[in-house]
């Protein structure tokens, strides 16, 4: 049984629907990239996935999310709760902003095995303590007592992530962890993500607007434009050929080497906004070899293999 | 930590109130006419005028009168009122009381009344609730006390005899101004509250806290209440100072005695001791409840305590 399967996943708030036709699959152990710009879909995936549309007005609906056997779109907010925190943990963009700045950190992380374990002030504060150690967090017992903005942003995200590990999850949910970070930082707090997969089989799903992260760290991959999903599939197999024109042009954007005589390619244009999102295939008004059918007709994901891609004239099938 | 500051900023208030004398006793010298208007009789002599004029000290340059009068206050003398013939300090000490009592419990009543009201409001956000809260607070902040003040005593004391018309004999005569007092207070606090919680509820923090598993009602009230705060005790604390010495027109509706009715009084007569007098005290009165505002707010915030250290 997969640890996290989405299909057909679909968003509404208000009367927009900034979210459609999202699946992918993640096994106990595995980590999945989903890549792609900015406003994309990324985050309103992770918030569907962790049942916390409603903070911004929006629902689930279309398909469904089922985590470790349990259908997440039809559990009450009381199960939820016991497992958001519990089981599925969250890892927020901005660690400047995602500790309450009034309360000591320790306590901050203790809030969640105490919830989600049942432990009493003295075992959560241990286990605390802990687990901050465990992140090669220095002096754990002493951090202990900090306040929020008496840290650096490396280690912020580090008492994220303690918060998000401490009642032992099965699945984790990183909203681009790095974004908000400096680069020495960025590598570090990825190779942590990395290795405590590792040391406790989670699951993984890793947001990111960067391809090398993916590349580095993930098993899978899913790419995402203009609030759909567009190709998916191994690392692997993605990276050595891609198949929709969007995700080649991902990849064509990752810089190489120190030339400065090379210019970084990028993509022209930005994704369009919910309200002007082109018809047919979404990213056609930016593709280099879109033809009429793209601006006329939605492309269909189509299944080979366990990869898949949605266009018209998907690489490497054509040919 | 936190005592060092308070005792840093209750230091500051020598200076600043020095600084604020120089500048009552000015304005208060600067008035058109003077005391002598109400005290001399009929038909006296300007010979009567000058002798009366320089038994007061009113005769001497203004940098002279000042110092002696700030001389006085040193050594916690307030002087002898012109026209009322007391010492200034017996007329404040008499008024200060009833202020005290209006004033505390209009304070408590619209902070707490205020406080629930905002957090209603806010959890009620996009349905009739709110729009109720939020016409409340448009007319508790429009409707000017002393036309309310008059309503109140229409219905309540005059319709209904419940309460007295005016007069501080007992309790009940409390309610009504208080009642006034509150409504406006009410619709402020009710205001930064509501504007706080909505603030405060879209940052990233409380994204986590929901993450973490919490429930509504935890979140609400360790987090996102205390941070709510934060802004209204600043207002809060600014309305100490006013609603001491700014009631003035609702005490005198009610016909309540009061430090407001008694700096009226004494402006309309020049009466120049007692105006500076209390001017003095509501000056103070505004820097201790900025005071107090500024160090719950150390306590209430870790930040603020690291940047006062």
């Not at chain 1, 400047?96 to 049942?118: A, C, E, F, N």
């Not at chain 1, 590990?165 to 680069?183: G, K, S």
């Not at chain 1, 993930?218 to 999903?229: E, Q, W």
């Not at chain 2, 979140?219 to 709510?228: C, D, S, T, Y």
Request: glycine letters at 10%; a positive charge.
């Amino acid at each position: 049984m997969s640890m996290l399967r989405v299909q057909g996943l679909g968003v509404s708030i208000a009367t927009i629907s900034p979210l459609s036709g999202v699946s992918f699959e993640l096994e106990r152990g595995e980590i999945i990239g989903i890549v792609g710009e900015s406003g994309s879909g990324k985050s309103l995936t992770a918030m569907s996935v962790m049942g916390l549309l409603p903070l911004i007005g929006g629902q689930v609906d279309h398909g469904t999310i089922e985590f470790d056997g349990i259908e997440l779109t039809s559990i009450s907010e009381t199960e939820y709760r016991r497992l958001r925190g519990g089981r599925i943990g969250l890892i927020t963009q901005n660690p400047m902003t995602s500790l309450d700045p009034l309360k000591k950190i320790g306590p901050q992380v203790d809030d969640v095995s105490r919830l989600h374990l049942d432990h009493d002030k003295s075992q959560a504060k241990a286990r605390t303590i802990e687990l901050l150690g465990d992140l090669r967090i220095p002096e754990p017992a002493s951090i202990y007592h900090l306040y929020p903005h008496q840290m650096s942003g490396g280690m912020k995200q580090r008492i994220v992530i303690a918060m998000a590990l401490a009642a032992d999850p099965d699945l984790l949910i990183a909203d681009e962890p790095t974004t908000a970070l400096d680069v020495t930082v960025q590598a570090q707090i990825i190779r942590l993500l990395g290795d405590l997969v590792k040391q406790r089989n989670l699951s993984l799903v890793l947001i990111t607007h960067d391809m090398s992260v993916v590349a580095q760290t993930c098993d899978k991959v899913m790419v995402m434009y203009a609030g759909t999903a567009i190709e998916r599939g191994r690392v692997q197999d993605i990276f050595n050929s891609p198949r929709h024109p969007y995700t080649k042009a991902l990849i064509g954007c990752i810089p190489h080497g120190l030339s400065k005589t090379v210019r970084l390619k990028g993509i022209e244009g930005t994704v369009p906004g919910v309200a002007q999102y082109p018809s047919g295939c979404r990213f056609h008004p930016r593709c280099g070899l879109a033809e009429d059918i793209c601006k006329q007709t939605v492309p269909v994901f189509e299944t080979t293999g366990n990869r898949a891609a949605a266009c018209h004239f998907a690489l490497g099938t054509a040919q | 930590m936190i005592l060092k500051y308070s005792i840093q900023r209750l230091l500051m208030i020598i200076p600043v109130s020095l600084a604020i004398s120089v500048v009552i006793f000015l304005i208060v010298h600067l008035l058109p006419g003077d005391p002598i208007d109400n005290l001399i009789r009929v038909g006296s002599s300007p010979e009567d005028r000058i002798a009366l004029t320089a038994k007061y000290g009113l005769d001497r340059p203004l940098i002279t009168q000042y110092f002696l009068w700030i001389g006085q206050i040193m050594t916690g003398d307030f002087g002898q009122a012109i026209v009322l013939r007391r010492p200034v300090a017996d007329l404040i000490a008499q008024n200060l009381p009833y202020s005290l009592q209006l004033g505390g419990l209009a304070f408590l009543f619209s902070s707490i009344v205020g406080i629930i009201l905002g957090v209603i409001a806010w959890a009620s956000r996009n349905t009739w609730g709110e729009q109720l809260v939020k016409g409340f607070i448009l007319l508790g902040s429009t409707v000017p006390g002393f036309w309310l003040a008059l309503l109140m005593i229409l219905l309540f004391a005059v319709n209904l005899g419940w309460f007295p018309v005016s007069g501080a004999r007992d309790w009940t005569a409390l309610v009504l101004p208080v009642l006034t007092i509150g409504f406006g207070g009410i619709a402020l606090v009710a205001r930064v509250t509501r504007v706080a919680l909505l603030d405060v509820g879209k940052q990233d923090f409380i994204t986590l806290l929901h993450a973490k598993g919490l429930s509504r009602t935890a979140i609400l009230f360790k987090h996102l209440i205390p941070h709510a705060l934060l802004p209204v005790v600043t207002i809060l604390a600014l309305r100490i100072g006013w609603i001491l010495g700014g009631a003035v027109t609702v005490e005198f509706v009610f016909g309540r005695p009061g430090l407001g009715s008694l700096l009226i009084r004494a402006l309309g007569q020049r009466d120049y001791p007692v105006v500076q007098g209390s001017l003095l005290m509501l000056a103070l009165a505004v820097m201790i409840g900025t005071l107090i505002g500024d160090i719950a707010q150390a306590a209430m915030d870790p930040r603020i305590r690291e940047a006062t250290k």
